[in-house]
């Protein structure tokens, strides 16, 4: 099974701010590797797919890209809705997400 | 779109099966693969499998011998069923779709349903 790993676990930030969140797998899989947002009580959506392209209705602030076993989620400036967990998905054999990342104020 | 909704029991006995349905509306089934996902509290999804109307289920391969996906198009729901629990299998179930080009990437959720397993 390919392993998952995020960092760092919580990222404080303020409004505006630049938000850095990695992605590691333990083997490459291409380009097959998804970032998905979770708020409290909701299921997770999907916001980019094959490495960089945003899914419907993301908006631009939302920036990924990467290569081999390294990836990166960028919000280019956080806002208040951005709260949120943030999951890194490969699709080797079969999809396995990472622990997250939890984006808070 | 399609959207979807689970619906299961809340609570199980590890002694008995678990039966969770997802009922599909919005758009027609056949344009769609579906997945069956799982959240414990505090960590990440967890893949079950996936299933089409057309082919064959593929599980993963840790649920691959008590886990079981079908689809049932006329009542327009997906089904799954899963033996043999464990405390460990307490988690909330999800229903997800996606349509052809997004490979296993999930573009539509279900709002999910908590299964307990109780020993």
């Known amino acids: 099974e390919i392993v998952v790993t995020q960092s760092p676990a919580t990222l404080s930030l303020s409004p505006g701010q630049r938000a850095t969140l990695s992605c590691r797998i333990s083997?490459?899989?291409?380009?097959?590797i998804a970032w998905y947002q979770q708020k409290p009580g909701l299921p997770p959506r999907l916001l980019i797919h094959?490495?960089?392209q945003r899914a419907a209705a993301i908006p631009p602030r939302f920036i990924a890209g990467g290569s081999g076993t390294d990836f990166t989620l960028t919000i280019t400036s956080l806002e208040p809705d951005d709260i949120a967990v943030y999951f890194c998905?490969?699709?080797?054999?079969?999809?396995?997400f990472g622990g997250g990342t939890k984006v808070e104020l | 779109q399609v959207r979807l909704q689970e619906s299961g029991p809340q609570l199980v006995q590890s002694s008995d099966p678990l039966s969770v349905t997802c009922s599909v509306s919005?758009?027609?089934?056949?344009?769609?693969?579906f997945f069956w996902m799982r959240q414990p509290a505090g960590k990440g999804p967890e893949f079950i499998g996936r299933?089409?109307?057309?082919?064959?289920?593929y599980y993963n391969s840790s649920f691959q011998y008590r886990a079981s996906m079908s689809v049932d198009t006329a009542r327009k729901e997906v089904h799954l069923t899963m033996s043999s629990l464990t405390a460990a299998d307490t988690a909330i179930y999800y229903c997800?779709?996606?349509?052809?080009?997004?490979?296993?990437?999930?573009?539509?959720w279900g709002q999910g349903t908590q299964i307990t397993v109780s020993p």
């Open positions: 998905q490969q699709r080797g054999s079969w999809p396995t």
């Open positions: 083997q490459s899989v291409g380009n097959y």
């Open positions: 094959h490495v960089s």
């Open positions: 919005g758009d027609s089934m056949n344009h769609y693969y």
């Open positions: 299933v089409h109307y057309a082919g064959r289920p």
């Open positions: 997800a779709a996606n349509s052809a080009g997004y490979d296993y990437f999930m573009t539509y």
